[in-house]
């Protein structure tokens, strides 16, 4: 069975300095990977996806991340993060493939607490 | 319309009745699925519905939890004799179709408290 690990419940960071959401998967078969942002008092948000291809995938607001197979592990970075990207984040795998095979697996969430 | 509309977004109830949670998914989605998020807890998956298919109810806690998805479009989740540690966010999601590629779009959630 698949399975998530967020390794830290909660991080907290500077302003303009860098952040690394630690994210690690069980998995026998290969995976998709999500990261996923949920702001407060709003719903989750897709951040950025591997599908395939290239590991290094990156979002539109600054947000990178890099699938490592071998360490099975899909860590999340921001080389200076801002007061707005406090919020929780979680990882989230699933298979690829049809039918009941389609549901997404959620780590239980690293909250990001980015101060002045 | 333009997301995934959940109703209510608050409940509060007594221990013991039941509720009726809905999610209106996006227009075309035929994939749904409801997700509960209990503080410190992460997102734990209840259910899974795919087109005609018959439903994934593998995350469901207990038998006093069901969902429906009527005309493969809006779904109820019925939380039956409520308990205090059902107490939690419910949120639904809905994607254009079934398996690993397609991207999940959330709802805001219902939050239920039992007291």
């Known amino acids: 069975a698949q399975s998530v690990t967020q390794l830290d419940s909660q991080v907290p960071v500077f302003e303009e300095a860098p952040v690394e959401l630690r994210c690690n998967y069980s998995?026998?078969?290969?995976?998709?990977l999500f990261w996923y942002v949920q702001y407060p008092n709003q719903g989750l948000q897709l951040l950025l996806k591997?599908?395939?291809?290239?590991?290094l995938v990156e979002s539109i607001n600054g947000f990178e991340a890099e699938f490592n197979k071998s360490q099975t592990s899909f860590h999340l970075r921001k080389p200076s993060v801002h007061i707005s990207d406090t919020a929780e984040y979680f990882c989230a795998v699933r298979t690829p493939g049809s039918g009941n095979t389609g549901k997404l697996i959620f780590g239980q969430g690293t909250t990001l607490q980015v101060k002045p | 319309g333009a997301g995934v509309s959940q109703s209510p977004s608050n409940k509060v109830t007594e221990k013991g009745k039941d509720v009726e949670l809905r999610c209106d998914p996006i227009s075309g989605h035929t994939a749904l699925y409801w997700y509960r998020q209990s503080l410190g807890q992460g997102l734990e998956f209840l259910i899974y519905?795919?087109?005609?298919?018959?439903?994934?109810k593998s995350g469901l806690p207990s038998d006093r939890f069901s969902a429906e998805r009527t005309g493969g479009s809006v779904s109820t989740l019925t939380i039956q004799r409520t308990q205090q540690e059902d107490s939690a966010v419910y949120l639904c999601a809905s994607s254009l179709g079934a398996g690993g590629l397609w991207e999940l779009f959330f709802g805001e959630g219902s939050r239920l408290t039992v007291l």
């Open positions: 998995s026998s078969v290969s995976v998709y």
């Open positions: 519905f795919q087109g005609n298919s018959a439903p994934d």
């Open positions: 591997y599908l395939s291809g290239s590991t």
